[in-house]
């Protein structure tokens, strides 16, 4: 089995790097299409095919408001960065229901150098995270069985939030705003064969973490 990724992919985004403007990216646009999005909403229909295998609630819809695959075009209007593209590209796999960006996902993020996946809820809104925190306090014994699984969070609050115990022995966890775990890929091991294997084992070995949140929220 062939993978779906080439060193094109990467090729692409490091020459946007370079050249990030409306002219170049015209001009290159089918390269675009044929190295990048191709591959990645191929990768993404057959990850979607297996997911069932992690969670069933989770799935990739690319016709959902904001869609599975990021869109390479950013948002400058409130950016210090006027650059119009993404050098990188991206995919959800959201938990099922409406795209508000309160539920958790599996994630991939592919650009050169910087490859990772794996799941868990990321920028979501307060109110979504201090149902988690509450979690945490109320079901102590399933947090530390997931635990130690949630990467470091470097926009953690400085302070225990309000309406929580400053002693709680896991203080440190109830200040996260985001909970997530991943795995690191190399280029090589994106442009394998087996890279759905490989991403899909990331999705497993999160999966004990998303399951918390997911019952934090009240979701199956």
């Known amino acids: 089995m062939s993978g779906h990724f080439t060193p094109a992919f990467f090729t692409f985004f490091a020459d946007l790097a370079v050249h990030n ?18 591959p990645m909403l191929a990768f993404i229909g057959d990850v979607g095919a297996r997911l069932a295998a992690v969670s069933p609630s ?24 006027a650059a119009p593209f993404r050098t ?26 910087h490859c990772f996946g794996g799941g868990g809820i990321y920028h979501a809104d307060p109110s979504t995270i201090a149902r988690v925190r509450q979690a945490i306090v109320s079901s102590p014994e399933e947090w530390l069985r997931v635990r130690a699984l949630a990467e470091d969070d470097p926009d953690r609050l400085k302070r225990v939030p309000a309406g929580f115990d400053r002693a709680h022995p896991f ?23 087996d890279f759905v294997d490989r991403y899909l084992a990331s999705c497993h070995r999160a999966a004990p973490l998303v399951a918390f949140i997911t019952g934090a929220l009240g979701l199956p």
Request: hydrophobic content about 40%; overall charge positive; cysteine-free.
């Open 21 to 38: 403007d409306l002219a170049w990216f015209a001009d290159n646009n089918t390269r675009y299409v044929t190295d990048v999005e191709r």
């Open 58 to 81: 989770f799935v990739a819809n690319r016709r959902r408001i904001g869609g599975s695959m990021v869109p390479i075009q950013r948002n400058t209007r409130f950016a210090g960065d």
């Open 88 to 113: 990188s590209t991206a995919a959800r796999f959201q938990h099922r229901g409406p795209y508000d960006g309160s539920r958790p996902a599996f994630y991939v993020h592919l650009a050169p150098g």
């Open 171 to 193: 203080a440190e966890d109830l200040m996260r705003k985001n909970f997530f775990a991943l795995a690191s890929f190399s280029e090589d091991d994106v442009i394998s064969a």
